[in-house]
């Protein structure tokens, strides 16, 4: 409950939900959010690898919005990929984004024209 409070204590809302076993609470929020936000102007930004969420932020493209998503690349839904070239764009948590303090244990490929060896010496 302290984080609950801490967040008001910041001026967000935290908004409890429930539901039964078999629903995926948080998905269907954030499902809901996005049909919300289709009928509201401004970018929109998801926080997610899911491809449950791929039908929604497609539903938002090809409007004047930005639409991106960030999540690590190795395991975004390749959903997300395909609609790069109807706008959207994707971050990498890590390299894009910067969350971390610290270097990540991730194995992943990079594209030659992104390669700096001075960041492995």
């Given amino acids: 409950m302290a984080f609950v409070q ?6 967000y809302e935290p908004i409890p939900l429930s ?29 997610s690898h899911d491809g449950d969420f791929l039908a929604d932020i497609e539903a ?4 004047d919005r930005r639409v991106g998503v960030v999540a690590f690349t190795e395991f975004r839904n390749a959903g997300f990929t395909a609609l790069e070239s109807r706008g959207v764009q994707t971050f ?17 490929v990079i594209p030659i024209e992104e390669f700096d060896p001075a960041a492995y010496l």
């Fill in 6 to 11: 801490a967040l008001k204590a910041m001026d």
């Fill in 60 to 63: 938002l493209l090809d409007t």
């Fill in 92 to 108: 990498d948590l890590e390299y894009a984004v910067g969350a971390f303090n610290t270097r990540l244990p991730r194995l992943r």
């Fill in 19 to 47: 539901g039964d076993a078999s629903t995926k609470v948080v998905d269907v929020a954030i499902q809901r959010t996005l049909q919300a936000l289709a009928h509201r102007p401004g970018d929109v930004l998801l926080v």
